[in-house]
């Protein structure tokens, strides 16, 4: 079983930065992807950006490309979404999930969410 914690969320300004942090506590998978997902108030759960275990293929909602940067690090376990430029329809609980490649979009792993905030 594999459990993710989300950190670094929180109440900022509209231009200003964030870095979320997603942690795992173990390897479920020896290939596999490790995405961000965000959920604002009374909305559907939408896909922000996705980064394969190597490091080696990144992918972006059109929303936030050219703003928001995934990085990985495979010897800490842990999944970054640097957040630049941001605007206050970027509010929302940002979720990392983590799923096996080659069987889809499916995530078999998630963690709780981390608040973020954008005031105009």
């Known amino acids: 079983q594999v459990q993710l914690v989300e950190s670094g969320g929180g109440l900022v300004q509209a231009g200003d930065s964030l870095k979320l942090s997603c942690a795992a506590s173990?390897?479920?998978?020896?290939?596999?992807?490790t995405a961000w997902f965000r959920q604002a108030p009374g909305k559907e759960r939408t896909f922000v950006a996705a980064i394969t275990w190597n490091g080696a293929n990144t992918l972006y909602a059109d929303s936030v490309k050219g703003r928001f940067t995934i990085s990985s690090d495979y010897a800490k376990n842990t999944v970054t979404l640097r957040m630049d430029s941001l605007k206050p329809e970027d509010t929302a609980v940002y979720y990392c999930?983590?799923?096996?490649?080659?069987?889809?979009?499916?995530?078999?792993?998630w963690g709780q969410g981390t608040q973020v905030t954008v005031s105009s």
């Open positions: 999930a983590i799923g096996p490649m080659g069987q889809g979009l499916k995530y078999d792993y």
């Open positions: 173990g390897r479920a998978f020896i290939r596999y992807r």
